[in-house]
Nanobody
């Protein structure tokens, strides 16, 4: 099983980025997919989740700025981030979860400069 996250980088406040996470070795369609993030000195937090039926949920701090989507044909989950703030700076991790089975990607760094 592999979750390959990419698309992070350095962006100015107010800018946008799109993260992607390509999954292999799992039956992608039956997994809820999520993005987590961990900022320096802070605990990892759930940012957004999309379930098998493409229902979504977001942490309050990113609502109306971030959008999670999935492409079951390509086994990819995306996180579109806009109106980025310095507080969004973190390592972003992709997560796959179903019936107690859980997998993590390696993380991609997002840095938002003020």
């Amino acid at each position: 099983v592999q979750l390959q996250a990419y698309g992070g980088g350095l962006v100015q406040a107010g800018g946008s980025l799109r993260l992607s996470c390509a999954a292999s070795g799992i039956n992608f369609g039956i997994y809820a997919m999520a993005w987590y993030r961990q900022a320096p000195g802070k605990q990892r937090e759930l940012v957004a989740v999309i379930d098998m039926s493409s229902r979504t949920n977001y942490v309050d701090s990113v609502k109306d700025r971030f959008t999670i989507t999935r492409d079951n044909a390509r086994n990819v989950v995306y996180l579109r981030m806009s109106s980025l703030k310095p507080d969004d700076t973190a390592v972003y991790y992709c997560n796959a979860n179903t019936n107690g089975r859980e997998y993590w990607g390696q993380g991609t760094q997002v840095t938002v400069s003020s």
